[in-house]
């Protein structure tokens, strides 16, 4: 229950917190949502990163982090118009290369039979969660989404954090009674899962009906979307839970009391970010 109520109190501080970043604190280019979003990135590859260091699997340590940082800032950059846009997925080809140059830099035999590991882990750190925040960034592109880009993220969140509440909530108390016992999560419930997804519908087609003005998504486009955000958000989840089982750990860290580290937190918007970016303007 105290979690329950932890979670009820995230909430209250946190909708109208982000209703103000993007509809009344003046912006260039969203930009303190940015930043935001910039710092969680790097608090979460940390985090990440973490996992690895719990195994006693070697990376790049503390530059991998860093770097998987410059994927949301080039995309700010990119979305801003500061640089000429087209250029991203070179962006994350030298960044494969930067890495992979380093894994050739060993004078160790002994560290040369885990260069695999090295690379592997090293890799992972740098575009999860970055390549995926990412795209929550280029949700702020007027070009893409609109002069009112704000409305497609207000939209994102919101069918994300519905389906985690909803299933968090309805998981806790009638949970008991569909555990699925996975190996990988086995508190996870089918009332849990069933929740949260018709959440995130719920939460599709009532926003097709307030937000007109904004853009025009009917019914079936509705459905269509809150499905796969629903189906994607529990996908994300489920993820950050196989590497917390991988690594033998209940949080991702101790950023906030009663919550765990940042990516237990944001671990839900991750896969759903670059979908939704790609799937939204199609079905609107």
């Known amino acids: ?17 982000i209703w103000l970043i993007l509809f009344v604190i003046p912006d260039y280019n969203h930009l303190v949502f940015n930043i935001i979003i910039i710092l969680a990135t790097l608090i979460a590859a940390f985090e990440v990163e973490n996992f690895f260091i719990k195994k ?52 160790d ?43 497609a993220i207000l939209v994102f969140l919101s069918l994300v954090f519905a389906n985690d509440t909803a299933a968090y909530i309805s998981g806790m108390l009638l949970g008991k009674y569909s555990r699925l016992n996975l190996i990988i999560s086995p508190k996870k419930s089918l009332i849990g899962f069933l929740s949260g997804f018709f959440a995130s519908i719920g939460i599709a087609l009532f926003y097709s009906y307030i937000l007109t003005d904004y853009f025009i998504l009917p019914l079936l486009h509705a459905l269509l979307l809150g499905s796969i955000i629903g189906f994607s958000t529990i996908a994300g989840d489920l993820v950050e839970s196989v590497l917390k089982r991988a690594c033998s750990v209940k949080d991702s860290g101790t950023l906030m009391a009663g919550r765990g580290g940042l990516m237990d937190t944001i671990d839900s918007l991750l896969i759903s970010a670059p979908i939704f970016y790609f799937i939204f303007p199609l079905l609107t």
């Open 1 to 17: 229950m105290r979690n329950l109520l932890l979670r009820i109190l995230i909430m209250v501080i946190f909708l109208p917190t």
């Open 56 to 107: 006693h699997i070697s990376t790049l340590k503390y530059v991998c982090p860093f770097l998987g940082v410059t994927l949301p800032i080039y995309s700010f950059l990119e979305v801003a118009g500061i640089v000429v846009k087209g250029y991203y997925s070179l962006v994350i080809v030298l960044l494969i290369i930067l890495v992979l140059i380093r894994g050739i830099l060993t004078a």
């Open 109 to 151: 035999k002994t560290a040369l039979t885990k260069r695999l590991e090295f690379l592997s882990s090293s890799l992972f750190v740098v575009f999860y969660p970055g390549l995926f925040l990412s795209y929550i960034v280029r949700l702020t592109d007027t070009h893409f989404f609109g002069p009112k880009p704000q409305f």
